[in-house]
């Protein structure tokens, strides 16, 4: 081999290697930390979409929460982001969503709690005091909490910091109660194209327009694959109904379905969107 080539490759080889030893001691791959110091209300275990979870939040509207906290990082801290979105459809995050079920839209008067926060930070260890009000007329249901902190280098561990919040409207904090007369059995068969009556009722202890969250709606999950969907079937509680609604409407099975096990779930939301224990059938549908 041509010495001269020999020298110029073994050159750019002795480069490259101490280009990659000297990079690899320059790289920051060490996500930031935050250690809570305190928080107000305190979270504690609670049921959170047919689970449990270590740490759930309980607000009341118009309240606040509290939240001191120490970020630290072994180069430099760059932001902290606050976000704060409901979590009505159980969509879970990090591979926890329970199977979601999709509300339909009703022009309800309240206020869903919704914050997306970003402030800078800069050293390598600093604390923050959070201030987070509840909105007075909020929503009642369950919200995602998460908080992200993020160094210099675009490190961050996006699941390490994350709640939930049970917010409770002061207007009315207790569900409504939900009973289904038709079907009258928990079990049933039904053909693809036939036709299923529901039937019951919603009481409450409050008006169940009130807020205008009001509602009773369809779902059903394919057992086979666990996935969900919502039917279209629903009645919105209008301005006048008061404490009680009997309710009455029918679904028509799609052929589209492929014959097997299915569950059938018919909800129900009050005003505020407290929500009644769901009541849940299993159906075998066939050709």
């Known amino acids: 081999m041509d010495p001269i080539k020999t020298f110029f490759a073994g050159t750019v080889l002795l480069a490259l290697l101490a280009w990659s030893c000297n990079g690899s001691d ?8 935050m250690e809570i110091i305190s928080f107000a209300p305190a979270p ?19 309240e606040t929460l509290t939240a001191t906290l ?24 990090g591979g926890t969503a329970a199977p979601g079920v999709t509300v339909p839209n009703v022009g309800n008067q309240t206020e869903d709690w919704t914050v997306l926060d970003i402030q800078g930070l800069s050293g390598e260890r600093t ?4 201030q987070l009000q509840v909105p007075t007329d909020v929503t009642s249901g369950v919200y995602h909490f998460q908080i992200q902190v993020i160094d210099e280098a675009g490190n961050d561990n996006p699941l390490a910091n994350f709640y939930s919040i049970r917010a409770i409207n002061p207007t009315d904090g207790e569900a409504p109660t939900l009973a ?3 079907p009258s059995q928990g079990s049933f068969s039904a053909a693809k194209g036939s036709t299923v009556t529901f039937s019951g009722t919603v009481t409450d202890n409050y008006s169940l327009s009130e807020g205008g969250n009001g509602i009773v709606f369809l779902s059903y999950t394919d057992l086979s694959s666990g996935n969900t969907f919502s039917t279209g079937a629903y009645i919105a ?13 029918e679904y028509t099975i799609p052929q589209t379905l492929k014959a097997g096990n299915f569950q059938f779930r018919v909800d129900a939301h009050d005003g505020v969107r407290n929500t009644a224990e769901p009541v849940i059938f299993e159906v075998m549908v066939t050709d």
């Not at 049921?47 to 309980?58: I, K, L, P, Q, W």
């Not at 120490?70 to 995050?93: A, E, M, P, W």
């Not at 604390?127 to 959070?130: C, G, I, N, S, V």
């Open 180 to 182: 289904v007369s038709s």
């Open 26 to 33: 320059d790289v920051d791959v060490s996500a930031p930390s």
């Open 127 to 130: 604390e923050r005091q959070l």
């Open 44 to 62: 504690a275990p609670g049921a959170v979409c047919g689970g449990m979870e270590d740490s759930v939040f309980t607000v009341l509207g118009g």
């Open 70 to 93: 120490r970020f630290t990082d072994d180069r430099s801290l760059s932001q902290y982001k606050v976000d704060i979105h409901n979590n009505f459809d159980c969509h879970g995050h």
């Open 237 to 249: 509680f209008d301005a006048g109904v008061e404490k009680d609604y009997n309710f009455d409407f």
